[in-house]
């Protein structure tokens, strides 16, 4: 079993539809985590951090956090063609920017104009 | 703006030869930089640590002869693929932590014939 498990898609969703990424983590001692996106051939850029359960919202991104259940997703609201990329859930121990991290395998998410 | 840069950002070479690909903090200076390597709709794979001035510490399946890292300066780090085969062949991104974040490099493709 993969530490961290995320449904790699494709998913495509028409434009203005909210869109819901998830990942599951069976490692308990992951306390801190991340969601990335990443254009094709580019390297990842963080969109949110977050550590405790709950939900963290950031513009028309919200992360949302449940460690009882190891289940994270991230929600992206009024969804934009520019939105178009491969979403990567990561994850940590300790938080700290120099630990390694554990990412899941991605979703490719297309929004259709 | 970036803060990590990569060179080159692609690169095709035959099979048996050497390719360095170099790794640069633009902003502050890093002792600690990783090095990832992606395959097409595969996850990203932490490969090695990258520490400056001490051995590179590999993850578990990394061969330390194949993949050379050297981390010569604050600023620095180089990934050498030796004996480079077409199995070799993928997308390696680097990073650098800062704080509680890690900010990645654009990539380099590497494509062995």
């Known amino acids: 079993q993969k530490e961290v498990e995320q449904d790699p898609g494709p998913l495509s969703v028409p434009e203005g539809a909210i869109v819901s990424l998830n990942c599951t983590y069976s490692?308990?001692?992951?306390?801190?985590f991340m969601w990335y996106r990443q254009y094709s051939r580019k390297g990842p850029e963080l969109l949110m951090y977050?550590?405790?359960?709950g939900n963290k919202e950031d513009g028309r991104f919200t992360a949302q956090v449940d460690k009882s259940s190891k289940y994270i997703s991230l929600f992206i609201r009024d969804s934009q063609p520019s939105d178009s990329a491969t979403y990567l859930c990561?994850?940590?121990?300790?938080?700290?920017?120099?630990?390694?991290?554990?990412f899941g395998t991605g979703t490719r998410l297309t929004i259709i104009p | 703006g970036a803060v990590v840069s990569q060179h080159p950002s692609w690169v095709i070479c035959k099979s048996g030869t050497s390719v360095k690909i170099e790794c640069r903090s633009l902003?502050?200076?890093?002792?600690?930089m990783f090095w990832y390597r992606q395959f097409p709709k595969q996850s990203l794979m932490l490969m090695a640590t990258?520490?400056?001035?001490?051995?590179?510490?590999?993850e578990q399946g990394v061969e330390k002869d194949k993949f050379l890292i050297n981390h010569a300066s604050l600023t620095l780090s180089t990934l050498t693929v030796t004996s480079a085969h077409p199995e070799d062949s993928s997308f390696y991104i680097c990073?650098?932590?800062?704080?509680?974040?890690?900010?990645f490099g654009p990539g380099t493709r590497l494509t062995v014939l």
């Open positions: 990258s520490n400056e001035g001490s051995k590179a510490t590999y």
């Open positions: 990561a994850m940590s121990e300790l938080g700290f920017g120099n630990e390694k991290l554990t």
């Open positions: 977050t550590y405790s359960s």
């Open positions: 990073s650098r932590g800062v704080l509680n974040e890690q900010f």
């Open positions: 902003d502050f200076q890093a002792t600690t």
């Open positions: 490692n308990s001692a992951f306390q801190y």
